[in-house]
């Protein structure tokens, strides 16, 4: 199974999404943040072995893969951040509906938002798992007050209800709930062996496939528009710039500024101010004040990012501007990358080549 989504101990909580970064090269390294490890690539379809039917009770009105998911983050929530923090599990789930429903959760005085998170994170949950794993008499009063408490609880609330809306499918939050709180009451009307086998059926065969035909049919559609060339390999590309020094071989080191998205918008990595996640720009204004608000260059060479990259880049030259649209089998093919590219997601970037220099 593909567990990238399914990390919700309490360790996990302390740890706020953000981008997957440095999009364009290849995905070989281990990721920081523990909740967008990948434990396993996603296998073939035709390779994977076949299924068992999961035994549901009764499931009518109810989204069958957000029940599911529902039923795998409930047991990391009662099992995993319930014991540790000792925070009301009512008050939990209620904030992970307001959350889910991309509305802002106040407590005690506090607003915690989906752009304040992070901080909210930092002050009011994170010290706190800290003297929990510290403690090791178990005994440990964790929260000062109610205040505390309540606060604590609707940012762990916050945190798990806006990740659902960074799940690669249309989440239905009353499921979701609904599986937090059967498994709650030991009610739940889907063991825990059919929610995974839910769950890995979607992210091993149907999304995998779905991804697949769609970003085809996107792709075919982009070949009509005015300008867009396409190479032997498939790529789709438009110059808008042709530049002057062109890179030739794949040692070559190349500086660029881009902008990468899914074949919905959504932009999954860049290092252009104006194009950055507000997650990313708040992070570069914490850690390099002086550089905010300033698009920030990176340099590579050529054999170190996906094949679309590097052909891409051989078709402008120094001070070169394209548009790149890249299939799944020339970006990360099945496996995908990070938490907002899915298996056989094609995608676009715009690039700006500000240098070449030859190896």
Not at 7 to 28: E, P, Q, R, Y
Not at 146 to 153: L, N, R, S, Y
Not at 168 to 186: C, G, R
Request: hydrophobic letters at 40%; a positive charge.
């Amino acid at each position: 199974m593909k567990k990238i989504f399914l990390k919700f101990s309490a360790l996990a909580i302390a740890v706020s999404v953000i981008s997957c970064g440095n999009a364009g090269t290849k995905n070989d390294s281990t990721d920081a943040d523990s909740t967008k490890k990948v434990a396993a690539k996603i296998p073939q379809p035709q390779k994977m072995a076949p299924l068992t039917p999961p035994e549901f009770k009764n499931l009518e009105n109810i989204d069958t893969l957000s029940y599911a998911y529902g039923c795998v983050m409930s047991r990391q929530l009662i099992d995993g951040i319930l014991p540790q923090l000792n925070v009301d599990f009512n008050a939990i789930v209620e904030n992970i509906e307001k959350a889910a429903n991309k509305e802002s959760i106040k407590a005690e005085g506090v607003t915690i938002t989906e752009s304040n998170l992070r901080d909210m994170v930092a002050e009011h949950i994170s010290p706190k798992i800290i003297a929990a794993m510290r403690d090791t008499t178990g005994t440990a009063k964790i929260f000062n007050s109610d205040k505390e408490k309540k606060v604590g609880a609707a940012v762990v609330g916050a945190e798990l209800g806006y990740s659902l809306n960074k799940l690669p499918f249309q989440i239905d939050t009353k499921s979701v709930v609904a599986a937090l709180n059967d498994s709650y009451n030991n009610v739940a009307k889907m063991n825990e062996t059919a929610a995974m086998e839910t769950i890995d059926r979607f992210f091993s065969i149907e999304l995998p496939a779905k991804n697949k035909k769609e970003s085809a049919e996107w792709l075919e559609k982009i070949k009509g528009k005015s300008g867009v060339q396409s190479t032997k390999s498939g790529l789709l590309y438009r110059i808008v710039k042709p530049g002057t020094t062109k890179a030739t071989k794949d040692t070559d080191v190349v500086k660029v500024i881009y902008t990468g998205r899914t074949r919905k918008g959504v932009v999954f990595d860049s290092n252009r101010w104006s194009d950055m996640p507000e997650e990313r720009q708040a992070m570069a204004k914490a850690q390099a004040p002086d550089k905010a608000g300033k698009d920030n260059p990176i340099e590579f060479p050529l054999n170190r990012v996906i094949p679309g990259w590097t052909e891409g880049m051989k078709l402008i030259g120094k001070g070169g501007k394209i548009e790149l649209w890249i299939p799944s089998e020339l970006a990360y093919g099945e496996q995908g990358a990070g938490m907002n590219i899915g298996p056989n997601e094609a995608l676009f970037f715009e690039v700006e080549l500000l240098d070449v220099t030859s190896k």
